[in-house]
């Protein structure tokens, strides 16, 4: 097995199996773990404790004791997390951060079935203002407090700042990675790539970082040959469950860049210098664009999509569609126009976490690759 | 019209048109129109002299009139998914069409024919997520759309009562953000007389919309419900105006006049009493109520309409900050329980009906912990229904019917 490969196949491993990593971590440090519920949440704050940040993206399980709490419209990722709830699959963890941007987190904020005490709060969504800032550090503060009483932890703020420090050079890594992927595409398929990314939400970031590092590094002394298949862009909440990332590898797809809540949107920029780590963490927050939960009324998603395909030389842009996120949707119309104006192909799946067979998908990418070929 | 005889039903469809014909003469000459957000504070504007229309309002009219279908096409063309709000789907259909007559000077089948009232295009936008962050995406579609400025009232969801001083100071800076905004877009200096004449008068509103609200303790009952979700218009529109106020206070004095000579909304057939939890199906209206009718089930309670009780001290902003934020919908599980305890016991309930709306996912996702929790508190049934608020299609007569039944036998059974 080469270098490589042994890396890859630990960050899987990680994946994989993600109570094991979480067991791994408490069992090594006496630490506990945090849950970060879906989307973003001042991890840095958990990581200053000494506690695993884990990352909440539910599992690709069918519902039956999610329906008993949830209407049918709810988001597929909602649903799945529910479900994990229902079965305990959260009770490792020794508390969990929601955050609310949208009607549906709001919801289930209010309806934890996991044992793990829940620690609600919510990103201010009139980003531009200063008193956004304001209202967001006294938030990160109460969460802040919140998770000293649960853990027993004082989080001094020279800790915060040094995690802000090890979360800002693996973003710099991230990015560092998603670029070489671009360049290396017969080596990093799809579904290597995800795990790559995926495996930070049940790692130690510095050690993420670390063996991040020992890729690119192991990559770049590989020889760079000329891609003949397509070059495409993921855009949405995430590109899940892997059968679809597979459908992709196989069909001679290499994902260039992307814009997904799950990846890139976590790390595309730092956590910026400020007075205090919790005014910083807040402007990580009212910098981030282009995501449907974080109030844009220039909607720059479509520019940046077309920016990103133009700088990558991608063939087109998929949209991964989570079933039933309204805000998602809500972008879509206006994007859309956008990337048909700009002369970029495009084509939509349906995210739906429950899913096993993928015909459809299979059928739509398959299409695409003849329209983009 | 002599307004002094008018009846409140007069007074509620005159109202309704003025509005309307203001924001029209408003664009013909030169002055500012404003699309809302049906909760937002609209006091700022209203010192401004800019004509408001509540899209909200606009959408449950389409609706009521049949005319929803032609709208949701348009934006099913536009690559709306039908999973999106159909209020949002119906406006955006409706401002695609008006935006496509003032390009080309053409009017679309889909428009000429329409029973929608006829509104302006906008020439700004204020949105408020103390419903739902919906309106925060709706609105972001709206402002790019258009290019037009989009001003917004972040009120955070209140996760842990009571709303913390924070979150009421965040909200008074948008607000101080909000004036300079309409400072700029008017060119003139705000006037902060009117505005604290438009919060007063907001006050003696819901003072009337509060006396009408009583009404539905009595037992039986004057009023009808139902009659509270249509007249819910005025406090939507013209809260902040006197017109909200004295038509309000007529249709509180009707209702005061009829109980008094025995009028009741049901005559004698008034056999059950029921909460009515979410928005109406206003396509279906006419068949919502007359089901429940068939049962001798009176609607006597809804959250819904309280929603427009904004109370606070005009000249504090910090106390109209935590009123625009305290909205049923913006709480906790265990506040929301409380607010439909206390509406279902104003009420005198014996059971209650549950809207999973397609179309709202806020309203809809806590419905059933909401019922539980109320239903151990105070004794009583509950029944839910499938259906949707604009959309005509996602609603099923037969299921309604059945659902009715089903509750009647429940209450029967006490």
């Not at chain 1, 398929?189 to 995926?198: E, L, N, S, Y």
């Not at chain 1, 495409?232 to 001679?252: H, S, V, Y």
């Not at chain 2, 020439?123 to 709206?142: A, F």
Request: hydrophobic share 40%.
């Amino acid at each position: 097995m080469s270098r490589i490969d042994d890396i890859i196949t630990q960050f899987q491993t990680v994946t994989a199996n993600p109570k094991a990593a979480v067991e791994q971590y408490k069992k090594e440090t006496g630490k506990g773990a945090v849950g970060i519920l879906y989307l973003y949440g001042p991890e840095e704050i958990v990581h200053a404790a000494g506690c695993l940040p884990v990352g909440m993206w539910g599992g690709n399980k069918t519902i039956s004791d999610a329906r008993a709490h949830l209407v049918p419209f709810t988001c597929s990722i909602m649903q799945s997390v529910m479900e994990l709830e229902c079965q305990g699959t959260y009770d490792i963890l020794d508390a969990v951060l929601i955050s609310v941007p949208c009607d549906t987190l709001k919801s289930m904020s209010q309806i934890w079935k996991g044992k793990a005490p829940p620690i609600t709060f919510v990103h201010p969504q009139n980003r531009n203002l200063a008193a956004a800032n304001e209202f967001l550090v006294e938030e990160y503060g109460f969460v802040k407090r919140r998770l000293e009483e649960i853990l027993g932890e004082n989080i001094p703020d020279e800790a915060i700042e040094r995690s802000i420090d090890i979360y800002n050079e693996n973003r710099k890594a991230m990015r560092e990675f998603c670029e070489i992927t671009a360049d290396y595409p017969g080596i990093i398929d799809p579904v290597k790539r995800h795990a790559v990314i995926k495996a930070r939400f049940f790692m130690e970031k510095s050690k993420h970082t670390a063996l991040v590092k020992q890729l690119i590094a192991e990559i770049r002394k590989q020889p760079m040959t000329p891609w003949n298949g397509k070059k495409i862009i993921l855009t949405g909440i995430m590109a899940e469950p892997l059968g679809l990332l597979e459908i992709f590898r196989n069909n001679g797809f290499a994902i260039v860049a992307d814009d997904l809540a799950q990846e890139s949107r976590q790390f595309r920029h730092d956590v910026p210098a400020g007075r205090t780590p919790l005014h910083r963490l807040a402007r990580w927050w009212q910098e981030l664009e282009g995501c449907p939960l974080a109030m844009d009324p220039g909607k720059a998603r479509g520019q940046m999509l077309i920016d990103l395909a133009s700088r990558y030389e991608a063939d087109g842009v998929v949209v991964c569609m989570m079933k039933f996120c309204d805000p998602e949707e809500f972008d879509y119309p206006i994007y859309y126009p956008q990337l048909k104006k700009a002369g970029i192909k495009n084509t939509t799946i349906e995210i739906d976490l429950e899913e096993k067979s993928f015909e459809q998908a299979r059928t739509r990418i398959q299409t695409f690759a003849e329209v983009i070929h | 019209m002599n307004m002094e005889q008018a009846s409140s039903k007069e007074l509620l469809a005159y109202w309704q048109a003025h509005l309307d014909e203001r924001a029209r003469s408003h664009k013909k000459e030169g002055k500012l129109v404003c699309w809302s957000a049906a909760l937002a504070p609209t006091e700022m504007f209203i010192a401004m002299d800019i004509a408001m229309v509540f899209p909200e309002t606009h959408s449950a009219g389409i609706g009521a009139r049949k005319g929803a279908l032609d709208m949701l096409e348009v934006t099913n063309r536009d690559g709306y998914s039908i999973d999106i709000c159909s209020y949002a789907r119906v406006n955006l259909g409706y401002m695609r069409l008006l935006k496509e007559y003032a390009r080309t000077g053409e009017k679309a089948e889909a428009l000429a024919k329409s029973p929608a009232a006829d509104v302006p295009l906008p020439d700004l936008i204020l949105t408020s997520n103390n419903i739902c962050n919906t309106l925060l995406k709706w609105y972001e579609n709206l402002a790019v759309e258009l290019d037009i400025p989009c001003i917004t009232i972040d009120a955070p969801y209140i996760h842990d009562m009571p709303v913390p001083e924070y979150s009421k100071k965040y909200i008074v800076k948008q607000l101080d953000h909000a004036i300079q905004q309409l400072e700029g877009i008017t060119g003139r200096p705000f006037d902060y007389d009117r505005f604290l004449a438009a919060q007063e008068q907001t006050q003696r509103s819901v003072k009337q919309w509060q006396r009408v609200a009583s009404f539905l303790n009595y037992k039986p009952s004057p009023i009808n419900g139902f009659d509270f979700f249509n007249y819910m218009a005025l406090m939507v529109i013209g809260r902040g105006e006197e017109f909200a106020e004295i038509a309000l206070r007529k249709f509180a004095d009707e209702l005061e006049e009829n109980a008094k000579n025995g009028k009741f909304a049901f005559g004698d057939n008034e056999r059950s009493r029921v909460v009515w939890e979410g928005i109406a199906v206003w396509p279906h209206l006419s068949h919502t109520f007359k089901s429940l009718k068939n049962q001798g089930s009176l609607m006597t309670g809804s959250t819904y309409p309280g929603m427009w009780n904004f109370e606070y001290t005009p000249g504090d902003l910090m106390s109209m900050a935590e009123s625009y934020a305290k909205i049923y919908v913006n709480m906790c599980l265990d506040a929301r329980a409380q607010e439909l305890t206390a509406v279902a016991k104003n009420g005198r309930c014996d059971g209650m009906l549950f809207h999973m709306n397609r179309s709202c996912k806020i309203m809809s996702l806590l419905n059933l912990q909401t019922a539980e929790i109320v239903s151990k508190t105070l004794g009583i049934p509950y029944a839910t229904f499938d259906g949707d608020q604009t959309d005509p299609n996602n609603f099923s007569p037969a299921q309604f019917d059945t659902r009715v039944q089903s509750l009647s036998e429940m209450i029967a059974k006490k």
